[in-house]
């Protein structure tokens, strides 16, 4: 019962921090989606659920829950199938090999805020790396307003991200890769199988868990790329880039309706639980089939 007691007491640190910096403010948030709070003034009056009623029914909210949507198909798609390719190939470890490995990774040590204000600079119209490279190359039709037009901007910036993160998910198909055992692919080529049909039906299904972590986490960090869109965008031109975050930050902070963005928060929150929920399920399946 003393060792129980001792071992518990490891446990209380990091309780403590989770309440104060998990629990607390989320309940605080909850409580303040019920009122009509500005973030300046002592005093509130409640509202019951007009707050949740006027953030679904608002367009803005729509419009930015429909471009974090977008914005997460893309990234998802693009960076599972870059950072797959990239693990097939760098798989071996060679001096070379590792030397790329860790190369790719790099941006991903990188803060969100620098990467964001970099590829900005790129980006620009008129002293951009990318509009200036295209010219210099005989390519300036395809020279563009990257991140000012908004039909591409949000694809600008899941590029963005895609370069920014697929290095890191790289080392997540590495690792399930180097765990496949190599008498499995000797199996396979004595059966005549080609390399289509050795990655079809060996390297595949026995990789689809670190596939399922790699689109999890992928998932969750489209749904939170606020630092990213903030530094180069905005949320702009015209919400075209504006996601939930920014849309939360920007009702709180520039509207002074901080009772509405807690309820965006809130909103959010819940739809962060459903998909974290329902890739942990996925997770589990994978595993159980495989």
């Known amino acids: 019962m003393k060792n129980r007691i001792q071992l518990s007491m490891f446990l209380f640190p990091g309780l403590l921090l989770y309440v104060a910096l998990f629990i607390f403010p989320t309940l605080t948030g909850l409580f303040y989606s019920f009122t009509d709070w500005d973030g300046v003034s002592p005093s509130y009056a409640f509202v019951g659920l007009d707050n949740y009623k006027d953030s ?108 920014a993160h697929a290095g890191q998910m790289m080392i997540v198909f590495i690792a399930g890769l180097q765990g496949i055992p190599a ?32 689109v999890a986490y992928t998932t969750i960090q489209s749904f939170k790329a606020f630092d990213l869109i903030f530094t180069m965008t905005d949320g702009g031109p015209n919400y075209a880039t504006e996601i939930l975050t920014t849309y939360i930050y920007h009702t709180a902070f520039g509207s002074y309706s901080f009772g509405l963005a807690s309820a965006g928060s809130m909103i959010f929150l819940v739809l962060l639980a459903l998909l974290t929920l329902l890739q942990f399920k996925a997770l589990r399946a994978d595993r159980v089939s495989y």
């Open 56 to 163: 679904l029914s608002s367009i803005v909210f729509r419009k930015a829950f429909g471009n974090n949507v977008e914005f997460m198909l893309t990234v998802v798609i693009a960076q599972t199938f870059i950072s797959l390719v990239l693990a097939l190939l760098l798989v071996r470890n060679t001096k070379t090999r590792i030397a790329l490995r860790a190369l790719y990774f790099l941006p991903a040590i990188l803060s969100s805020v620098s990467v964001g204000l970099i590829w900005a600079f790129m980006y620009d119209p008129s002293i951009g790396l990318i509009n200036y490279g295209l010219n210099e190359a005989g390519m300036g039709s395809i020279a563009h307003n990257w991140i000012g037009d908004p039909k591409i901007a949000i694809y600008s910036i899941a590029a963005v991200q895609v370069w």
């Open 183 to 214: 008498e499995l692919y000797e199996a396979a080529r004595m059966d005549g199988g080609s390399k289509w049909q050795v990655f079809r039906t060996v390297t595949w299904p026995l990789l689809a868990p670190s596939a399922t972590i790699v």
